[in-house]
């Protein structure tokens, strides 16, 4: 079979460069057309040389507790390494009925996939480990960490057999989800964030006690963003029932935008009050550019 050819590949066209080939291929045009070179590891280097002490936090590895400094100091301090400080990353997936929303162009969930595997491909090109979540009122999925040659083609394959499922629960996977982190990671959250507020909340809290970085990615639609119907619609609930709904746009579009701006505002109050960086990605936007929009809040960050 012959491969795509990248000089002809639609790369400002998310949809159409979906239907141009695979999501491992597309991941690899837009990293490499795009993004190679402007990636930094936060962490430090790939050897096993010792680096420093960092003070001991719960979920640290015992054995690498220094005994010396504790019988010093009366405190626990962790020796570092540096295979140990290169970046560890959870790419969280949200995979719950609200993603699976597209209209004018791909579904949410289709462009979160998309940018999850680029997300993946160019992790791994920095020789940094990741990992991916799927989950909607539970963790569907968890494949760990990891720098290994298969990883890549073990995400697409996990990326590609997933589909949109149930109702959302943000606060109940991220309880489950915080125990299993070993190591302090980066988090990235790929969602459309539509859930009850005091939940998320409560575990974006948590992860940052936990001293993980937190980007929040939020895959938003364009009709979401500006609900341009203007002729009788019918709407139908994605997570819950399924049920369909006529209405006349007119009448809803203002308590819609006022309700809809209501909820942006207070995710913006969440992230600010919790440290955690949030980016609006729109499924018309290319790849590139939000890829761009991750990389920029990692370069802040460094």
Known sequence: MSQPDPEVAPLADPLALARFAKLDVVARLVVEGYMMGQHKSPFKGSSVEFVEHRQYHPGDEIRHIDWRAYGKTGRYYVKEYEDETNLRCYIMLDA??????????????????????????????????????????????????????????????????????????????????????????LIVLLSDLFDDIKPLRAALKRFRHYHHEVIVLQVIAPEEEEFPFSRPTQFHD????????????????RHYLEQYREFMAQIDQICGKTGVDRVKLLTNEPFADSLGEYLALRSLGN
């Open 96 to 185: 719950s009925g609200s993603m699976g929303y597209g209209q004018s162009t791909l579904s949410k969930f289709s462009y979160a996939k998309q940018m999850a595997a680029a997300l993946t491909f160019l992790l791994l090109r920095q020789r940094d480990a990741v990992g991916l979540c799927l989950f909607d009122d539970k963790m569907r999925e968890l494949i760990e960490p990891s720098m290994n040659a298969v990883q890549f083609p073990r995400v697409i394959e996990a990326l590609e057999q997933a589909e949109p499922g149930r109702e959302t629960s943000l606060g109940a996977v991220f309880e489950d989800i915080i125990p299993r982190l070993k190591r302090r990671s």
């Open 238 to 253: 994605l997570e819950k029932t399924n049920n369909r709904l006529l209405v006349d746009p007119h009448r809803l579009r």
